[in-house]
C-alpha cells in the first residue's frame, strides 16, 4: 500500500468514525433519559436488546450512582479537626489533616451517608464542617452482549438488516 492509498484509507475510516461516535453518543444519551424515566415511572433498570427480526444479542442496564463524603471546604474542615483532634493535625510550615485520619473520617462519613461523625471513643457525634455527601460515580448504563451478540449485529450490518435502525445517513447515502 503505497503512502497515498495509506493516508486516504485513514481519511475515510476518520469520516466514518466521527459519524459512528456522534450517533453512538447521542443514542447512550436517548437510551439514558428513556432508562431514567421507565426506572422512575415503573422501576424497570435494564431491557433485552434483539435484532429487528432475530435473537436477543444484549441487555441494557442502569446502574445506579453513588455518593460518598468529599471534603468541600478544606479550611473548615482542618479548622473542626484542629478544634476536636489536634493530634491528627500534621505540623509542617502549614497545618494539614492526616490523610489516613482524613480518609478514614470519610470513609466512615460514606458509609452512613451523612456528614455526621460518631467518635468511638467518646460516643460524641459531630456534624463536620467542610465535608459534603457529593456523587461520585455518576449513574450511568451499560450494555452487556450475549456470548455471540456482536457477531449476530455485524452480520445483521453486513446484510442490510440494519439500514433504517443504525446509522441511516451512512447506507442511505445522506449529505452534509
Do not use: C
Not at 429487528?52 to 468541600?72: F, N, Q, R
Not at 450494555?143 to 446484510?159: I, S, T
Amino acid at each position: 500500500m503505497s503512502l497515498k492509498e495509506a493516508a486516504a484509507r485513514e481519511a475515510y475510516l476518520k469520516t466514518l468514525l466521527d459519524v459512528v461516535d456522534d450517533a453512538y453518543k447521542a443514542a447512550r444519551a436517548e437510551t439514558r433519559l428513556h432508562l431514567d424515566k421507565a426506572a422512575e415511572e415503573t422501576g424497570t433498570r435494564q431491557v433485552a436488546v434483539t435484532l429487528p427480526d432475530g435473537p436477543d444479542i444484549a441487555t441494557v442496564s442502569l446502574s445506579a450512582g453513588e455518593g460518598a463524603a468529599k471534603v468541600t471546604d478544606p479550611e473548615k474542615f482542618k479548622a473542626w479537626v484542629l478544634e476536636n483532634y489536634g493530634s491528627e493535625i500534621k505540623r509542617e510550615f502549614v497545618t494539614s489533616v492526616q490523610p489516613a485520619f482524613e480518609k478514614k473520617l470519610l470513609a466512615e462519613m460514606t458509609a452512613a451517608k451523612s456528614t455526621e461523625w460518631a467518635d468511638k471513643e467518646t460516643g460524641v457525634v459531630h456534624e463536620v464542617p467542610g465535608v459534603e455527601i457529593a456523587p461520585a460515580r455518576a449513574r450511568t448504563h451499560n450494555v452487556r452482549f450475549k456470548k455471540d451478540g456482536r457477531d449476530k449485529v455485524m452480520a445483521a450490518w453486513r446484510d442490510g438488516r440494519l439500514v433504517n435502525v443504525a446509522l441511516p445517513e451512512l447506507t442511505a447515502g445522506g449529505a452534509e
